[in-house]
């Protein structure tokens, strides 16, 4: 998959990182599953999903954070299509979670809203407060008390 860096050109930002690879729980490579919505694509295999699927290389946000050298986010928006269960679960690395200030999560649950409630416990065991975005029904808004 390619990815065009003239967007950067038109979009005139100086500080905007393009990183050709999906955000995942751990390092490695993930399968993709692509879609005929453009906005469907996943990583997570579910009702969605296609036989159309691709290898890519897959980054945890903490290699991403790592790579690029980046201590401090001062907010994040995380639009990754179901990834965001794997993502902040009690089980997973949560260290990154330290060094960020404000959340935007697109939550794409499966099971009646477990998911969701699952990552607000996340997020509320590591110091941030968490209401519902007023304008967007699937997205949390999360803030570093």
Known sequence: MNYHPQILVKCRFKNIL???????????EVEYSLSAASDSFSICLGPRSTENTTRVKALSIQSL???HEIERVDFMKMDIEGEEVHI???RADLAWLDNVDELNIEVHGQKGG???RDIVNVLVSRGFSVEDSTSHKASILARRL
Request: charged share 30%.
């Open 65 to 67: 954070l790592n790579s």
């Open 114 to 116: 477990t998911e969701k």
């Open 18 to 28: 393009i990183e050709n690879c999906a955000v995942a729980e751990k390092d490695g």
């Open 88 to 90: 902040l679960n009690q």
